[in-house]
C-alpha cells in the first residue's frame, strides 16, 4: 500500500469540500475534484525505501535527474560557525545537485548518519531551479548536518519556479540517521548534497536517482 506525505492534508481537505457542492448542485462536476485528489495523491506520495548500510556511502537525498557534479566553495558557509582548519576562502566541498521535477517523489532526505548542527534559511527569487543562477539568487534552506567521522554534509533545499514552500523538520541537536527524512518541498525543485570528505561520486549529469534507495557516492579517507 503506497505511503502519502503527511503534506497533503490541507489540500485533500480543499479537494473533498470542493467535491461536497459540486455533487449536489450537478454531479457531472465532481470529476474536477476527484482527479484533483488523485493528482495531490501522486504528488505527496511518500514511498518507502530500503537505505544503503554501508557507513562510507553518500545516499541520494531526493528523487530526480542529476543537475552536476563538482567541487566547489559553497557561498553559505558563513552562515554557519568557521573551523580552524578552514582555509581562507573557504574549503572546497564535493556536490551533487538533483533537480526535481512535478513528478518526482518531494521527500528530502538524510544523506548519511549524524548529527543535524545547524540551519540557515535564505529568501530569494523563484528563478528555474536547473539554472545556474537558480544556485545562489534562489530561496533555500541550508541543513547542516555532521557525520560520524566529524566532517561536515549539507544538505540545501531550493525552491524553483513552481515550488513555493521549503519545509524542513529537523534542527540543530537532533540525530539522523542515512535515509531518514529531513523535509518536503512544494512543487518541483532542486536539492543539492555538499560533502567535506573527497567522494568518489558514482553518478554523472542527467543520471536519474532515488532518495534514500540509492547509493550515489563514497567518502574517502
Known sequence: MMRVHREIRPFAAAAVLAAIPAAWLWPPAIVAPALALVALVFFFRDPRRAVPRDPTAVVAPADGRVLRVDRVVPDFLGDFPARDADSAGGP???RLAIFLSLLDVHVVRAPCAGTVTGKAYRRGRFLHAGSPEAETRNERNVIAIEDETGG???????????????????GPGDRVAAGDELGFIR??????????????????????????????GRRRS
Do not use: M, N, W, Y
Request: proline fraction near 2%.
Open 92 to 94: 572546497a566541498f564535493d
Open 152 to 170: 561536515r554534509v549539507f544538505v540545501v533545499q531550493s525552491a524553483g519556479l513552481v515550488a513555493r514552500k521549503i519545509l524542513c523538520f529537523v
Open 187 to 216: 512543487f518541483g525543485s532542486r536539492v543539492d548534497v555538499f560533502v567535506e570528505a573527497p567522494v568518489a561520486f558514482g553518478k554523472a549529469v542527467g543520471d536519474r536517482v532515488h532518495g534514500g534507495a540509492e547509493t550515489i
